[in-house]
């Protein structure tokens, strides 16, 4: 099972910014394909940003470019999720996955996720 820990969602104002991190205890994270994705209630699964073993990023949506950014700090052996000028509509809860690759979906298999983090973006 591979273990990654999301931590630091939270409620975030429109306009505001957030920026949780994922960790994993158990492996060193720069040697994978780390990602973020989102499901919304009542919504499908949605991919957000992911960076590769070189530190190439892939946006999932166009709507996230320029407003988020998946920070890897490879002394804390985190990756982080940073939301610069949130909306409400960005309110999911939010998942860190790993794989080989930054593939055009993420991983189905739920061994690859973490447990999630909950972000509301209101006011």
């Known amino acids: 099972q591979v273990q990654l820990v999301e931590s630091g969602g939270g409620l975030v104002q429109p306009g505001g910014s957030l920026r949780p991190p994922c960790a994993a205890p158990g492996f060193t994270l720069v040697d994978f394909a780390i990602g973020w994705f989102r499901q919304a209630p009542g919504k499908e699964r949605e991919g957000a940003l992911c960076?590769?073993?070189?530190?190439?990023?892939?946006y999932y949506p166009d709507s996230m470019k320029g407003r988020f950014a998946i920070p890897r700090d490879n002394a804390k052996n985190t990756v982080s999720l940073l939301m610069n000028n949130p909306k409400p509509e960005d309110t999911a809860v939010y998942y860190c996955?790993?794989?080989?690759?930054?593939?055009?979906?993420?991983?189905?298999?739920?061994?690859?996720w973490g447990q999630g983090a909950q972000v509301t973006v209101s006011s």
């Open positions: 996955f790993r794989d080989y690759g930054c593939y055009a979906e993420p991983p189905d298999m739920e061994e690859y």
């Open positions: 960076i590769s073993t070189r530190g190439d990023i892939t």
